[in-house]
């Protein structure tokens, strides 16, 4: 009791999550001064952002043939051969005829090379055309990759 006034009655503060408790004060309720709570209302959370729209940047050389003789678009083995000795597969090697002589070279040594396939690499267009897939199917075909 303070200077002949009843005891403040405390009450919990708000376990609300979308009210941020600023502070409190007194105030008389029914004659019994009281504990009031001041809050403001929460930002509203930014929704998570959509992992679907997310695509890996790059699948090690490993995932690309892996994925590609699940997917049934190289043989067991051009797998193989692709892993231990660098071979193109055919349907890869069949859509370098489009390309200019210093672009196949360009993509041989690429590809004999290559430990990590980046989605933005050049070369990954003509290994799309070779399979017959669009940009969005490339995409999902990276985010299956990612997971071998």
């Given amino acids: 009791e303070i200077l002949g006034m009843e005891p403040v009655v405390e009450t919990a503060a708000p376990s609300d999550p979308s009210l941020i408790v600023t502070g409190s004060h007194v105030t008389m309720i029914n004659g019994v001064p009281t504990r009031v709570w001041d809050t403001v209302a929460a930002a509203p959370q930014p929704p998570a952002p959509d992992m679907v729209d997310w695509v890996p940047p790059a699948i090690s050389k490993r995932q690309l043939l892996l994925a590609s003789w699940q997917e049934g ?57 070779a399979f017959g897939k669009d940009d969005t199917e490339i995409d999902q075909f990276f985010l299956d990759a990612a997971t071998l």
């Fill in 73 to 129: 678009l190289i043989t067991e083995a051009e797998a193989i051969a692709a892993a231990s000795t660098g071979a193109l597969p055919a349907a890869i090697s069949a859509a370098l005829t489009s390309l200019t002589a210093d672009q196949q070279i360009a993509f041989r040594i690429t590809w004999a090379a290559m430990v990590q396939v980046d989605r933005s690499n050049p070369f990954v267009p003509i290994m799309a055309q």
